[in-house]
């Protein structure tokens, strides 16, 4: 894990206002001089934007920013936990995150990275928004969950029922946490994470669902870049679905990695730094070329 003493003076925080007037939380980190690109993530369901230190360890030597946000309704962010009205505040919080960064960040080439449940939001804010992501370099997604998922179909079950009537009703999602890696001083950090939650609302399962159908259904769309890294042993997010989802797909510039073994939290497993070789090697390929000469 990252030594955070050591980029202390290199990190910022903030919040930025998104629909419904809500101020969300983000942070980034910087590396000396100019930026050569920017990677955005945002994180998964009960998770926050704090727990990608591994990518930000790598990548800043490599002269990279990288910024996170809190959804609304996690970590640091305000909102009912694991909870949305409808789907689009996913969506419309996303535009205003990377609104941010470039004004913050003018003329930097950014790309833009989603786990597990980020993915989803990833792929559909990119699919609504054609015009708007001519703006970026590539798209990342970590463990989509774009086929089955490790809940319970009782919950998933309750949660379609209770929607309409009781959109705000709160589960615990019962994932394992012992799913997220296999290493055991990752999972005691997950543990007492006081900024990580396990609920999800009825609404929200439904929304998720929903918007899960509407990417399968609309991925020979797809046109930008994209890297898929999904972890050959994941029970969270069964790889399945992103596989499905690659074969789907008609542009030519797309690159799925499965690696054998590795669970959902596939940045933070025993072979992270495999998948951040992978990730760092990817981003450098779709640097623009005047870009690539500035100081690796």
């Not at 640091?76 to 789907?87: D, H, T």
């Not at 960064?101 to 928004?129: K, M, N």
């Not at 929304?207 to 029970?235: C, K, M, S, Y």
Request: proline letters at 5%; one cysteine or more.
């Amino acid at each position: 894990m990252i030594d955070h003493s050591a980029l202390v003076a290199f990190r910022k925080e903030g919040t930025f206002k998104s629909i419904g007037g809500l101020d969300l939380y983000y942070q980034s980190w910087h590396p000396e001089g100019k930026a050569r690109g920017v990677l955005a993530i945002v994180h998964g369901l009960g998770g926050h934007g704090g727990r990608y230190s591994n990518i930000v360890q790598h990548l800043i030597p490599f002269k990279y920013a990288v910024y996170s946000l809190d959804l609304r309704g996690h970590g640091r962010s305000p909102g009912q936990r694991g909870y949305i009205k409808a789907w689009s505040e996913f969506r419309e919080d996303l535009r205003g995150f990377l609104q941010l960064i470039q004004i913050q960040q003018p003329e930097c080439p950014i790309f833009i990275l989603g786990h597990s449940l980020g993915a989803v939001i990833v792929l559909d804010y990119v699919l609504r928004y054609p015009k708007d992501v001519s703006k970026l370099r590539g798209a990342i997604a970590l463990a989509p969950t774009l086929g089955k998922v490790g809940v319970s179909p009782v919950r998933v079950l309750i949660g379609k029922m209770l929607s309409r009537v009781w959109p705000g009703f709160s589960l615990n999602t019962g994932i394992d946490i012992t799913a997220a890696s296999r290493d055991e001083q990752i999972l005691a950090a997950y543990a007492q994470d006081t900024l990580r939650h396990t609920r999800a609302t009825a609404r929200l399962a439904t929304e998720f669902f929903a918007t899960v159908d509407w990417i399968n259904a609309h991925a020979t769309d797809w046109q930008l870049p994209l890297l898929i890294l999904h972890g050959g042993a994941d029970r969270v997010a069964l790889p399945a679905g992103s596989d499905i989802f690659y074969q789907r797909l008609t542009c030519p510039d797309k690159l799925r990695i499965e690696y054998p073994g590795a669970y959902h939290e596939i940045q933070s497993d025993l072979n992270y730094q495999e998948v951040l070789a992978d990730l760092e090697d990817w981003l450098e390929q779709h640097l623009p070329t005047e870009t690539v000469q500035l100081g690796r």
